[in-house]
């Protein structure tokens, strides 16, 4: 999906972004590794769910920097369409855990009878993190005037 498209379909606007919105947005999605990291051996279902938020969060962050926001419902499923659409093929195993843990979050936040294994929690923690690293990163070169985190 294009971004001409995901902005013909309402989905995303284009904006004026302050700096400190993406710099903000990329220093919470540490801190969430961290805390999903901290919460490991307490709650397999919260690691979880921090990881994927340290992903929306993220990718939040690279929406801001490219100019853009996602608007109307289903924002978290618009973050996910857009990272795609500007990570491109060479990250698509990266946006397809992405996906795959938004939804799986969803279905933890509203139906708690659906656990989430350990295994499960770890791979999407280290998922996070290299999600994390490549938008930072990529964030980074496109404004190599000024460390963001």
Same mark, same amino acid.
């Given at each position: *999906?294009?971004?001409?498209?995901?902005?013909?379909?309402?989905?995303?606007?284009?904006?004026?972004?302050?700096?400190?919105?993406?710099?903000?947005?990329?220093?919470?999605?540490?801190?969430?590794?961290?805390?999903?990291?901290?919460?490991?051996?307490?709650?397999?279902?919260?690691?979880?769910?921090?990881?994927?938020?340290? *992903?929306?969060?993220?990718?939040?962050?690279?929406?801001?920097?490219?100019?853009?926001? &996602?608007?109307?419902?289903?924002?978290?499923?618009?973050?996910?369409?857009?990272?795609?659409?500007?990570?491109?093929?060479?990250?698509?195993?990266?946006?397809?855990?992405?996906?795959? *843990?938004?939804?799986?979050?969803?279905?933890?936040?509203?139906?708690?009878?659906? &656990?989430?294994?350990?295994?499960?929690?770890?791979?999407?923690?280290?998922?996070?993190?290299?999600?994390? *690293?490549?938008?930072?990163?990529?964030?980074?070169?496109?404004?190599?005037?000024?460390?963001?985190?």
């Amino acid at each position: *999906m294009t971004l001409k498209r995901l902005e013909a379909q309402g989905q995303i606007e284009k904006i004026r972004i302050e700096r400190k919105q993406i710099v903000s947005n990329l220093k919470r999605a540490r801190k969430d590794l961290i805390t999903a990291k901290a919460n490991l051996d307490i709650d397999e279902e919260w690691t979880y769910t921090i990881a994927y938020h340290a *992903m929306l969060r993220a990718g939040r962050a690279l929406m801001f920097a490219k100019g853009y926001r &996602p608007k109307g419902k289903d924002q978290h499923k618009t973050v996910v369409e857009f990272s795609a659409e500007i990570l491109g093929g060479e990250f698509k195993h990266l946006v397809n855990r992405f996906n795959r *843990m938004r939804i799986k979050r969803h279905d933890f936040i509203y139906d708690t009878e659906k &656990p989430i294994p350990r295994t499960e929690a770890i791979h999407s923690l280290e998922s996070a993190e290299q999600f994390v *690293m490549e938008i930072t990163s990529r964030i980074e070169r496109s404004t190599p005037q000024k460390k963001l985190i």
